[in-house]
């Protein structure tokens, strides 16, 4: 129990506090953008649960103006129409910092709930001022309660609860909060979050007002969800030392045993045994009576059993290729799309898939820079685009092999989403995908598969340009022909005829007649 | 008229393409293109324009088209000209092409771009450009005891206009000769010694012609020299003695790779005069060699492409050729000066330079 005591003695909120930087609240800039995000993942997550195309409404407005000692307040509102929550699990859900743990494997943007209350919690820190959610379950009261954390304790702190209405006739939930921050510098990036966002979720309706009363709106391209993620146990390669000790302080099996078929996937009675056997333990020790160094022979031969089947992808809720296409497509409004996903694949005893996509032409521009989105989980990652490995492998491959002179001088965009029970983030900001080699191949074989759709589509499209363009410039010299030969002769040629029978080569875009000439 | 034949042969052009076109056929216009392989070359006759292999453009091709194209711009162009008796220049032709509505198609990039048309012009017609109104800027004069009458009808006689004679027109043709009281022509390459000739009374006193070429002869000024060529005047060449010189001389001989379609440059019966190596080693200035000039690197450059070009072959050239590429001097008309301390012994000495040359070259005495 040494593990909880500990936790109990540093408050969760304390220490979030002590350590902004971790989480994203390092700078007011850095907070702003955030706290929005936070709030429209929870909001997303929510909806997603309660497997309703997600609404999420987003409005934040100034509150107060900067004075001597602090930056602008804002208030922040997002509702959404996702499960909704009851009377007593809002403070609950919202009240503490590490609301749950969880035993189980399952695909989610982040913790559920840690987010967002951090993000409420940065508000409460920066102004003092109570946050509100108003919820409603379908069918149940509409309640809204006032609150605030007590940061020592980890607590919730109810000031106010009221009933607004008997009955809702959906679900919702409202999150209503005051913060110190810098809109105008963080507005760039809430744009570009909401704008990639909705790209990876493009069965969402996003609409955000900001402060200088612009309204954003991005609204859904189809109503279909992707597949939700099933819930699984544990791969046994896939725990460390510290969750597979939690594992058996909270198991209810009596027999360690039966506690590995229980909370493992991939292990049977037999191969259970066979582990026990390679760990010295027996099998029917009971679970919560292993000692440290017991516990360490038992992690040490899950890691060294070598039969395991690999784990079981199903976990996963990948987007699929004809949803990234639709969302690329509505947000940027290219002239080609193609999206891709991978087999599942493992890394670490981690199941992951990739998804890949490229977009080109249409209204996309290019920058000078390589254009890249990436997601994990499907939350876009924004900051430290040049350390991730997809933009190291994008700058590693030969384009020209795929008809691109130089991805950062073409209307090219590229999209890695990466999904995973543990993504490999390379630091804790979360910021960045790290070069592991599994996940590395993945990402380039599933480019690559784009592009080869891609350089199809360019030599198609430049074939039918420079038959036009030879086209044009027949039209034009049969014109001067023709003027020319009306000056001379006063009679004018009709050389409509001849420009006729090149319409007909033109239009026939597998023609091999047009080949054999001359190139302009 | 040639005017005439020129305007019979455009429109002929013009008809044929017009006719395919109504006939719903691409365009082609057949041509002799100007290749080693259509010019032979003889000793006595000079460059020979025999056309044996013909290219076509195809007016099927962006290309091809382009020329096509302008080449008919070119030639209505050109016939707008002649029409209104208006002569231009190849600067003229290209500016002519420099207008707004040709932006994307026969604008020309640089100056080469129409000079190549004017030559092909040339080649479709079998005219040279001349007769279609594309002339150059006058270069080459005559000064000398000969009576000519001009285009406008008018007699002329070289020694009495002005001081460095006839300036040569662009299309000598026009000209006829009424009577000549000279025994010879000299074609001198540089203005400078030239004149002197002039202004010391020698082509007078002499009764030569002064022709002064002022660097290569322009095609005018070596159809004028035939033109004297075929009334029996004789012609002697002098020049420098560099390797750029012995190309000036061939060329009034035998004429050039790049005119070599148009008849009637070449003065095979003219002879070159000087300077000649042996004057150097053994004769008229071998007393002067520390008046000769250092070669310089482009001077040996052309002498090393002399050993290829083909009007250059014979022994006589390639022997006189040898001797820059060995000696690595050349020198220069102006080396009279350098012998004659006053201007009676520089008459002196030209006179008897002449006298020694024309009789020895061409069995003429002065």
């Known amino acids: ?520 | 008229m040639e005017e005439m034949e020129v305007k019979k042969r455009a429109l002929e052009l013009a008809k044929e393409i017009a006719e395919r076109i109504k006939q719903g056929e691409f365009p082609e216009i057949e041509y002799p293109p100007n290749s080693q392989k259509n010019i032979l070359f003889d000793e006595d006759i000079g460059y020979i324009f025999s056309p044996k292999t013909y290219s076509k453009i195809r007016g099927s091709r962006v290309k091809s088209l382009k020329t096509l194209a302008g080449v008919l711009y070119g030639l209505s162009r050109a016939l707008d000209h002649l029409e209104n008796g208006l002569t231009m220049t190849k600067r003229d032709f290209y500016y002519v092409h420099k207008v707004e509505r040709l932006k994307g198609t026969l604008f020309p990039e640089d100056q080469r771009e129409t000079d190549a048309r004017i030559v092909l012009m040339e080649l479709i017609l079998g005219m040279p450009r001349e007769a279609f109104s594309i002339t150059s800027d006058p270069r080459g004069w005559i000064y000398g005891d000969i009576e000519l009458i001009d285009r406008s009808g008018r007699i002329l006689r070289a020694d009495q206009v002005g001081e460095m004679g006839y300036s040569v027109p662009p299309r000598p043709e026009n000209i006829k000769f009424k009577r000549i009281g000279v025994k010879a022509v000299v074609a001198i390459e540089k203005v400078g010694p030239a004149k002197n000739m002039i202004e010391l009374g020698i082509p007078e006193e002499r009764k030569i012609a002064i022709a002064i070429l002022q660097g290569q002869a322009s095609r005018s000024m070596r159809r004028f020299l035939r033109m004297l060529s075929d009334e029996g005047v004789p012609i002697a060449i002098l020049t420098d003695l560099s390797p750029w010189s012995l190309r000036i001389a061939a060329t009034v001989i035998y004429n050039s790779i790049n005119s070599a379609h148009i008849p009637y440059l070449a003065s095979p019966e003219a002879r070159f005069i000087g300077i000649l190596t042996k004057d150097v080693e053994v004769g008229f200035f071998r007393d002067y060699q520390f008046a000769l000039e250092p070669l310089t690197p482009a001077d040996l450059k052309a002498a090393q492409d002399n050993q290829f070009l083909p009007n250059l072959q014979n022994e006589f050239w390639q022997r006189e050729n040898r001797w820059f590429l060995e000696k690595k001097k050349k020198a220069e008309i102006e080396i009279f000066k350098a012998m004659s301390p006053t201007a009676k012994k520089l008459k002196e000495l030209f006179v008897e330079y002449l006298r020694e040359k024309l009789d020895e070259h061409l069995g003429i005495s002065i």
Request: net charge positive; glycine share 6%; charged share 30%.
């Open chain 1, 1 to 520: 129990m040494s593990e909880d005591v500990r936790l109990e003695e540093i408050s969760a909120a304390d220490f979030f506090y002590r350590n902004k930087s971790l989480a994203g609240f390092d700078n007011p800039v850095r907070a702003t953008y955030t706290i929005v995000r936070e709030l429209v993942e929870n909001a997303l997550d929510a909806a997603e649960m309660a497997e309703n195309p997600p609404k999420i409404q987003v409005v934040m407005a100034g509150y107060k103006e900067r004075d001597m000692g602090s930056l602008p307040w804002y208030r922040i509102v997002v509702a959404d129409n996702g499960i909704g929550l009851g009377p007593d699990e809002i403070p609950r859900a919202f009240g503490r910092v590490f609301v749950s743990s969880k035993y189980r494997l399952i695909q989610s943007r982040g913790t559920f709930g840690l987010g967002g209350t951090m993000a409420l919690l940065y508000g409460q820190i920066t102004t003092n001022m109570p946050f509100k959610v108003t919820s409603a379950k379908k069918g149940e009261p509409v309640y809204e309660i006032t609150m605030m954390i007590d940061i020592q304790k980890n607590e919730p702190v109810v000031l106010d609860r009221r009933v607004l209405k008997g009955i809702s006739r959906a679900s919702f939930t409202v999150v209503e909060s005051y913060f110190e921050g810098n809109y105008p510098r963080a507005k760039r990036k809430i744009i570009d979050y909401l704008h990639q966002t909705a790209i990876v979720v493009p069965y969402a309706d996003i609409t955000f007002m900001d402060p200088e009363g612009n309204f954003y709106v991005f609204p859904r391209s189809t109503d279909r969800l992707p597949p939700r993620p099933k819930e699984a146990l544990y791969h046994p390669k896939g725990v460390d030392l510290e969750l597979l000790q939690r594992l058996l302080q909270a198991t209810k099996a009596r027999t360690l045993k039966s506690f590995l078929t229980r909370h493992f996937q991939r292990v049977g009675g037999k191969t259970a045994s066979e582990v026990l056997k390679i760990a010295g333990l027996p099998p029917d020790k009971k679970p919560s009576k292993l000692t440290k160094e017991e516990i360490e022979r038992l992690f040490r031969a899950l890691k060294s059993y070598d039969k395991f089947l690999p784990p079981d992808p199903s976990v996963l809720s990948p987007l699929g290729a004809d949803l990234f296409e639709s969302g690329i497509k509505k947000e940027l409004r290219p002239e080609f799309v193609k999206a891709v996903q991978r087999p599942p694949s493992v890394y670490e005893a981690h199941p992951f898939i990739v998804e890949t996509a490229i977009a080109y032409g249409g209204q996309i521009r290019p920058t000078g820079e390589i254009q890249l989105y990436r997601y994990a989980n499907r939350i876009p990652l924004l900051y430290d685009v040049s350390s991730d490995v997809s933009y190291q492998i994008i700058k590693r491959i030969d384009w020209s092999n795929y008809g691109i002179k130089s991805p950062e001088d073409e209307p090219i965009v590229f999209f890695v989403h990466i999904v995973s029970t543990k993504v490999p983030f390379k630091t804790v900001g979360k910021e960045f995908i790290a070069n592991v080699p599994e996940v590395a191949k993945e990402i380039e074989l599933g480019l690559r598969n784009c592009a080869r759709d891609l350089r199809i589509f360019l030599s198609r499209k430049r074939r039918k340009e420079m038959l036009r363009r030879r086209y044009e410039l027949f039209r034009m010299y049969y014109q001067i022909i023709a003027e020319t030969l009306e000056e001379l002769l006063g009679e004018r040629p009709p050389v409509e005829n001849l420009l006729d029978k090149l319409r007909v080569k033109v239009g026939d875009e597998d023609g091999g007649d047009g080949g054999q000439e001359e190139s302009p």
